[in-house]
Every structure is written in structure tokens, then in C-alpha cells.
């Protein structure tokens, strides 16, 4: 695995350097399409703002203490040789800036062992995405000041570190073909675009959103993975949104999704009216109130109904569960806090809790109300939570 990771650092760097081969672009873009975790990391570290930093963080480091620091660890390893050739290859390669960015997303994100204190508190995230447009550039959002950038449409976008605004064009602007660009969130992020039609969207961490700049066929279609709650502006033209287990319609209304993958995806309507279709043609139209949920085990549909607030909160800086597994209520915390927990024993995840909380407090206070009930044991250690029952 980690032969495997230096060798992607490698394509990245090269990739970087305008240097990557034509085999090396064919790699290099099938791993980008193995998953959305890959593309957004991919997207993070070409990203100009994060290479500044990454460039500023080399030149301050000390090389000196820090190989110090590696061949002591490295004499604890019985692989010494073929970790220090790796070391040195990557070294006199120049991959400092995607090898440090890319090993600390993949497997170490704060590392115990390190010449800087490490944080003691896991924190909550904050606004931040990638904007990919059209012709393949990438504009990192995180504390992105007031800007704006023209598309080859003629649209202009208004962006900053929060939100970003199509501003739309006369209709005798708008080219026939649409131009189409894509939002991703990372892990950890949150972030809030108005389309051109005047559609609201707020994207939660490890989400992606693919749009047109422009509407200009039929109906109005977005592409989401991930969770994202749609204020839909009214109009003729009907609103789809794709993702990997169901399709939704509306003329105009709100409605909150969640389509991670390898989860059931949910479409929880807060008021108007939407239709749900699954890849097999199952549909249904759901009233305020109401859930449509797909297993995507079996591609059913159930349709129930639900307290909308429990899944919205979010987008109102709250995080709010009733009486919801441990489990589940953990995976969307992850996601918020960039964090990783590990459960002692089987019985920790069908624990079953509710809560009330700030969305931008750090993690602390949840952990608190999870120990008041005597129910779990947890152990903070970095980004690393431990979770046992109490017998």
C-alpha cells in the first residue's frame, strides 16, 4: 500500500511539473476515477493556494531534525533498507510537496510523532471547497477573498470563501451547448452556491455537485453525490438532480439529499412537491414532511414520515439525532470533523443516543453528553476517537 501511494505522489509530482508521460496521464486519471476521495485530494493538492502553503511549510522545516526524526523510526523498522531507498528516491526526485500532502491526507493527518506539537482538539470544520471549470482549472475557495471570474459563456461568477453566485446573461448570450462546472467539498468542509436560475444549494463535507453555468435545454439538471439542501427557484423548466440511487424533480421547492455511497440515499422534502425515481423505475411523490429512502442493497423505495429538522439542522449550524445508532451518527460526524473512530466492540455501534449540539463547537461537548449517559467509554488520542461499552 505505501509502495502504491509514493508511486501516485510520484505521478501527482510529475503531473505538477508538466513532466507526466502519456501512460503516466492514463494512471494518473484512472486512480482520479476510482473514487470521489481521490479526485477531491488530487483537487486539493494542485490546488495554488494549498502548494504556497505546502512550499512555505519546506522552506521552514528543518531537514536536519528532520531526518534525525525518520531514521529513528526508521531503526525501529525491520524494512530500514527498502523504507530508506524509498525515502531517498522520493527525495532526490523533489516530491516534497506532493508526497507530504498526500501521505498526510491518506494515512497520518496528524501525526503523533512530529517536530510541531500536535492538536490536542479534534476541531469542527468550516467553509471551504474546489471549483473545477470547464476548461480543467481549478480554484481553491478556502479563504478566497471577494473575486470574480468570467466563463467562456460570458457568465460571470462572484466568489468568496463562503459563496459563490452565477450571475446570469441575456438569453441572446446563451450558447446552445451547455458549459458545465463541478463544486467538491472535502472532508471537513461546507460551502453555498446560488445557480444561475437563482437556485440555493448548500453542500455538506465530502460532497459534489456538477451543474451548468447556463440552463439552456429543457430542464434544469444537477449531478450530486454527497449531501446537499435545494432551494429551487420556480420555473417552467423542471429541476432534476441525479445521484447514484435516485432521481429528483421539482418545479420548485426545498428538499434536503444524502447520497454518500455505499449508504442508503434519502430525499426529505421540507415543503412543495418532488418526485422520487429509482434507477429501476420505482417512483413516488412525497408531500412536506415525507422520506423517500433507497437501500442500495436492493434498490427499494420506502416512503415515511420524518421531523425534517432532524435532517436539516445542518445548514443551520446544529447537529441533531434522535435516538439514532452510534454508528450512523458518527459516519456524519467524521465527515464534519476530518476524524476517524474505532469501536472496541460491536455493541458500541447499535448504541442508540440523541443530541443537540453546535455544529462549530469542537468535538468535545458531543463526547461529553455520550459519557454522561454511561452508556460508552471514549478515548480521544489526536483525530482518533475509541468507543467501548460499559459493561
Not at 47 to 64: A, G, N, P, S, W
Not at 375 to 386: A, F, Q, Y
Amino acid at each position: 500500500m505505501i509502495k502504491h501511494d509514493f508511486y501516485i505522489a510520484r505521478l501527482i509530482a510529475r503531473h505538477l511539473a508538466g513532466e507526466a508521460t502519456e501512460t503516466e496521464k492514463e494512471e494518473l486519471a484512472k486512480w482520479r476515477n476510482e473514487s470521489p476521495q481521490h479526485e477531491s485530494l488530487f483537487l486539493q493538492i494542485c490546488c495554488k493556494e494549498h502548494i504556497r502553503h505546502k512550499l512555505q511549510q519546506r522552506k521552514d522545516f528543518d531537514t536536519q531534525q528532520g531526518w534525525e526524526e525518520m531514521n529513528k523510526t526508521i531503526s525501529r523498522n525491520q524494512l530500514k533498507r527498502r523504507i530508506r531507498n524509498a525515502c531517498r528516491h522520493v527525495a532526490i526526485l523533489a516530491l516534497p510537496i506532493a508526497m507530504s500532502i498526500f501521505l498526510a491526507y491518506r494515512h497520518n493527518p496528524h501525526p503523533t510523532q512530529t517536530a510541531v506539537p500536535a492538536i490536542e482538539h479534534i476541531l469542527p470544520g468550516g467553509k471551504k471547497a474546489i471549483l473545477t471549470l470547464d476548461n480543467g482549472q481549478t480554484i481553491c475557495l478556502h479563504g478566497k477573498p471577494d473575486t470574480k471570474v468570467q466563463e467562456k459563456d460570458g457568465t460571470t461568477i462572484q466568489m468568496d470563501s463562503a459563496a459563490m453566485n452565477y450571475q446570469p446573461i441575456p438569453q441572446r448570450n446563451v450558447t446552445i451547448k451547455e458549459v458545465y462546472n463541478r463544486i467538491d467539498i472535502p472532508r471537513g468542509g461546507e460551502y453555498k452556491l446560488t445557480l444561475s436560475d437563482g437556485t440555493k444549494i448548500y453542500l455538506n463535507s465530502m460532497s459534489s455537485l456538477r451543474y451548468p453555468v447556463q440552463f439552456t435545454q429543457d430542464t434544469r439538471q444537477v449531478e450530486l453525490q454527497g449531501e446537499g439542501y435545494f432551494e429551487v427557484s420556480k420555473s417552467e423548466k423542471p429541476f432534476l438532480v441525479k445521484t447514484n440511487g435516485m432521481q429528483i424533480e421539482v418545479l420548485g421547492t426545498t428538499f434536503n439529499i444524502s447520497a454518500y455511497p455505499d449508504e442508503p440515499s434519502q430525499a426529505t422534502l421540507v415543503n412543495g412537491s418532488i418526485k422520487v425515481t429509482t434507477p429501476y423505475g420505482n417512483s413516488r411523490l412525497l408531500k412536506p414532511s415525507e422520506q423517500a429512502c433507497v437501500n442500495p442493497q436492493d434498490n427499494t423505495l420506502e416512503v415515511h414520515e420524518v421531523n425534517t429538522d432532524f435532517h436539516t439542522s445542518w445548514i443551520h449550524g446544529k447537529i441533531n439525532f434522535k435516538d439514532q445508532r452510534l454508528e450512523d451518527i458518527m459516519k456524519s460526524l467524521t465527515r464534519w470533523y476530518d476524524m476517524q473512530v474505532v469501536y472496541k466492540d460491536e455493541a458500541a455501534k447499535n448504541a442508540r443516543f440523541g443530541c443537540y449540539v453546535d455544529r462549530y463547537d469542537e468535538i468535545t461537548p458531543f463526547v461529553n453528553l455520550l459519557e454522561k449517559t454511561g452508556k460508552v467509554s471514549i478515548t480521544i488520542k489526536g483525530k482518533n476517537i475509541s468507543i467501548s461499552t460499559n459493561n
